[in-house]
């Protein structure tokens, strides 16, 4: 395995301080979880459909601090928000309405950051450990924090948090737990737990992912592989001259997936999308998920959609044939033809799966035509957060000013509230989530 940057021992020392100093331990009994964010260059919104989707991790993300506490237990802290989460493993039930938490804290007086809102992803995590029948008798005194001055809307925090707690309390109660089976956990934390109707491209990535490779999953058999690209690998281990950077373009847009009802919108317009489908061929039986639908009944039967759905399912069956596509230029190293298919896969995005936003659609084009740029499109859910693109390692820089100057041209407010008005974060790929 090639070397990842991230997390430096001073991001590892200042964790384990904190948490240290929270727990009257001593900063070596500290354990540390390194959960990073993921990126999906092709396979957008096809996940909670079955489909086929690619996915890296990059080398940013969440260091979560902790020790075993002596009991029950849970306490912790975070850099981000205020407030303090405590609670006893042994309290968590389902909550009456899941989907309805974030929007419950918020009447309640909390902001959508701050706890109890933050709280939760602790407590799904221990229900959904508790639900798949571990025994959790010991909870954590734990201190989380993201990649400093970076939003990570869009970049699968959420995922990157649940899983973050799945480790913690599984390696503070010595479970040992397989990275497929933390995907179902980290699934119902957030199907379950949270409300939120996503697949499981976020947790996959974060759980899977290797350094150097690209991760393809099939969402509906959970088969996966690791792609290497030979000519890209042999770069990684010189250590230099890497062929691409990872640019991330932030719109300066946030909300929580949670409370945007436009993601479990268009999921629940993929499934009445695959339940006509089905029934024009014989098959309503079979799970109202367009992966059940074979691509000679979409072509036989799409004209007895409306025209959403028909934009919705267009978008399912062109994106699952970009990822397969993609996978083979990624692995014969062709970065300008992989490149491609990720835009093509953005403008998919905007004109069937009609999932932008202003800023985020200026933000692509902008993207798709800056030097040195293979390919962008919005990243995650793409309703806020950011856009990411593959560019050539030479041009980052030209592509970094170019993208800047442009948005900030047309959002100069928005451009102001982003890191200081600093639009791009230029970042390499990186490694799965694990313990140290
Ligand atoms: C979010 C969801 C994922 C996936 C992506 C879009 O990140 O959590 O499950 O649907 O959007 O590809």
């Given at each position: 395995m090639g070397e990842v940057s991230w997390p430096s021992e001073s991001e590892l020392n200042s964790v384990k301080k904190k948490v240290a100093e929270m727990s009257g331990r001593d900063a070596k009994e500290v354990r540390v979880v390194v959960s990073p964010y993921r990126i999906s260059p092709l396979g957008a919104h096809i996940d909670h459909q079955g489909g086929t989707v690619s996915a890296m991790t990059i080398n940013k993300g969440i260091l979560l601090g902790f020790v075993p506490s002596n009991d029950s237990q849970v306490v912790i802290q975070s850099g981000q928000f205020k407030g303090e989460v405590r609670f006893c493993v042994d309290e968590i039930q389902l909550p009456k309405?899941?989907?309805?938490l974030n929007n419950l804290n918020q009447q309640n007086g909390y902001g959508p950051g701050e706890e109890c809102s933050w709280g939760n992803y602790s407590r799904g995590a221990i229900y959904a450990l508790r639900k798949s029948g571990n025994h959790i008798r010991r909870g954590i005194t734990g201190f989380i924090d993201g990649a400093e001055g970076l939003d990570s809307s869009g970049l699968s925090s959420s995922a990157a948090v649940g899983v973050a707690y799945l480790l913690a309390f599984e390696s503070s109660n010595n479970l040992i737990v397989d990275p497929e089976e933390n995907i179902e956990y980290d699934r119902l934390i957030e199907n379950e737990y949270l409300g939120l109707k996503n697949g499981i491209l976020d947790q996959s990535a974060i759980l899977l992912s290797s350094y150097g490779y690209l991760t393809c999953m099939n969402c509906k058999t959970k088969e996966h592989k690791l792609v290497q690209a030979p000519e890209i690998n042999s770069q990684y281990n010189l250590g230099k001259n890497m062929k691409f950077k990872i640019l991330l373009a932030f719109s300066g847009l946030k909300q929580a997936l949670t409370t945007n009802p436009g993601y479990n919108r268009r999921v629940t317009e993929c499934q009445e999308a695959a339940r006509i489908l089905l029934q024009a061929s014989g098959n309503e039986w079979l799970e109202p998920l367009l992966s059940n639908v074979a691509s000679e009944v979409y072509d036989k039967h799409k004209c007895k959609l409306d025209p959403i759905l028909a934009k919705r399912a267009e978008h399912y069956f062109s994106e699952n044939k970009r990822v397969l596509n993609g996978l083979d230029y990624w692995a014969s190293g062709n970065l300008e033809e992989f490149g491609k298919l990720i835009s093509a896969s953005g403008l998919s995005s905007i004109q069937n799966y009609e999932c932008g936003s202003e800023p985020l659609i200026q933000l692509y084009k902008i993207l798709v035509k800056a030097p040195g740029v293979y390919g962008a499109r919005f990243s995650g859910a793409g309703f806020r957060g950011c856009c990411i693109a593959f560019v050539d390692a030479n041009r980052a820089l030209d592509a970094t000013s170019f993208v800047e100057k442009e948005y900030t041209m047309l959002q100069p407010e928005l451009a102001s509230q982003i890191n200081g008005g600093k639009v791009v974060l230029i970042c390499d790929a990186g490694d799965c989530a694990r313990v140290i």
């Open positions: 309405n899941a989907i309805k």
